[in-house]
C-alpha cells in the first residue's frame, strides 16, 4: 500500500490506534503520578492538582481518546491536552538536558523521560487536525496554565530538579514564555486545522 498522509491520517485515526496509545497514555499517566509521589506527599493539599504537571497532561489526553473512540468530542479536553502535552513534552526534556550539561549524566532513566516526554509533545501536536475547540476553549486553557505557573513558581510547587535549584528564577521565566508559546500555537491550531484531515 502506498504510504500517503491519508493514509497515515487513516491509521493515526483508527479506533484501534486510538485504543492503543489511549492504554500507552493510562499506564504513562499512572507512572507519572508514581513518580511525584515523593513530592506529593510533602505538598499542602491545597496544590495537589497542581503538582503533577506531566502525567495531568496526559490524563487530560487520556480523555481526548477515549471521547474519539466512543464517537465524541471533548473541546476543552482537547485544548487542555494539546497545550500541556506541548509544553510540558518540550519542558522536560529541556530540564534533563539541562541536568546533563549540569552534571554530565542523567542516566537511563533520565533518557527514558527524554524520550516520553518528547513523545508527548509529539502526539499533542499530531492531532492538530482532528481538534474541535474554540477560541473561547482557549481561554480557559491559558487561564489554567498560567495560573499553574503562577503555583509552581511564587508558592514554590514546582517540580523539583534538585541539581537545578540554583536557576528556579531562570526556569521559571522560560516557564512563563513556553506556556504563552503553547496558548498561541492553540490559536493557530485553529487557523491551521482546516488546512488538515480530520
Not at 29 to 35: A, D, E, K, L
Not at 47 to 57: G, Q, R
Request: charged share 10%; proline share 3%.
Amino acid at each position: 500500500m502506498e504510504i500517503t498522509r491519508a493514509n497515515i491520517w487513516y491509521v493515526l485515526t483508527h479506533k484501534s490506534f486510538l485504543l492503543l496509545l489511549l492504554i500507552i497514555n493510562v499506564f504513562g499517566t499512572i507512572y507519572g503520578y508514581y513518580w511525584y509521589g515523593w513530592q506529593l506527599a510533602i505538598t499542602k493539599p491545597i496544590f495537589l492538582i497542581f503538582v503533577p504537571d506531566s502525567p495531568t497532561a496526559s490524563l487530560f489526553f487520556c480523555f481526548v481518546l477515549f471521547a474519539w473512540i466512543i464517537g465524541k468530542r471533548w473541546p476543552l479536553m482537547e485544548v487542555l491536552a494539546l497545550v500541556t502535552l506541548v509544553k510540558y513534552g518540550l519542558w522536560a526534556d529541556v530540564m534533563n538536558i539541562w541536568t546533563l550539561i549540569e552534571t554530565g549524566s542523567i542516566g537511563w532513566q533520565g533518557w527514558m523521560l527524554v524520550g516520553s516526554h518528547f513523545a508527548m509533545a509529539v502526539q499533542g501536536i499530531l492531532y492538530i487536525g482532528k481538534y474541535t475547540f474554540s477560541y473561547w476553549h482557549i481561554a480557559v486553557a491559558a487561564v489554567w496554565t498560567l495560573h499553574n505557573d503562577v503555583i509552581d513558581y511564587v508558592f514554590g510547587q514546582m517540580p523539583m530538579y534538585r541539581d537545578l535549584a540554583n536557576y528556579t528564577s531562570y526556569i521559571g521565566y522560560f516557564t512563563f514564555w513556553l506556556s504563552i508559546a503553547c496558548i498561541f500555537l492553540a490559536v493557530f491550531a485553529i487557523r491551521w486545522r482546516k488546512y488538515l484531515p480530520n
